[in-house]
């Protein structure tokens, strides 16, 4: 009988490249029949908010300041060469062009691919995020002793 291939991916990171590297991987392992799970955690926690764009989400005056600068996919900047913003959009508009698929559109087929999706317990405590601040595809809210018992077996990055 052979063994199920592995992947689960923490991801840490909020920027745009580095979510792009994410979510990449993890549809092109889910495409090739591997199990993918992928447990966000701190800014990571932004590619999968419900509401897209600034708003003001969070248990007290400090979690809203951190809830408005997680703006979602739509606003998240690139590790380097924002410039101001237009990074990301620029990076869309090559991506567009040489038809590979977008941040966006990599999250949907991740959706459609079935992979796992976890949110990170402790960042949603220090964040003031509930589970009900995510998409409904968001599997379950997880401490990290649960995320390592589901990757155990596989291969575990951290993006």
């Not at 199920?4 to 549809?27: M, Q």
């Not at 996919?73 to 869309?92: E, Q, W």
């Not at 949110?119 to 009900?132: I, N, P, R």
């Not at 595809?137 to 995320?147: H, I, P, Q, R």
């Amino acid at each position: 009988m052979a063994e199920t291939k592995k992947l689960s991916i923490i991801a840490f990171s909020g920027d745009f490249d580095k979510l792009t590297a994410v979510f990449t991987l993890a549809t092109g392992a889910a495409a090739v029949g591997y199990e993918v799970n992928l447990f966000f955690t701190f800014w990571g926690l932004d590619a999968i908010k419900i509401k897209q764009g600034r708003s003001f989400v969070g248990g007290n005056w400090l979690t809203k300041i951190f809830g408005f600068m997680m703006g979602g996919l739509h606003v998240t900047p690139t590790s380097r060469f924002n410039f101001c913003g237009a990074g990301p959009k620029i990076f869309r508009s090559l991506m567009r062009k040489n038809n590979v698929a977008t941040l966006e559109e990599l999250v949907e087929a991740a959706k459609v691919l079935g992979i796992n999706f976890y949110a990170c317990e402790m960042a949603m405590h220090v964040l003031g995020l509930k589970k009900e601040d995510f998409i409904p595809e968001v599997k379950d809210v997880l401490g990290v002793a649960s995320f390592l018992k589901i990757a155990d077996g596989g291969q575990t990055l951290f993006i």
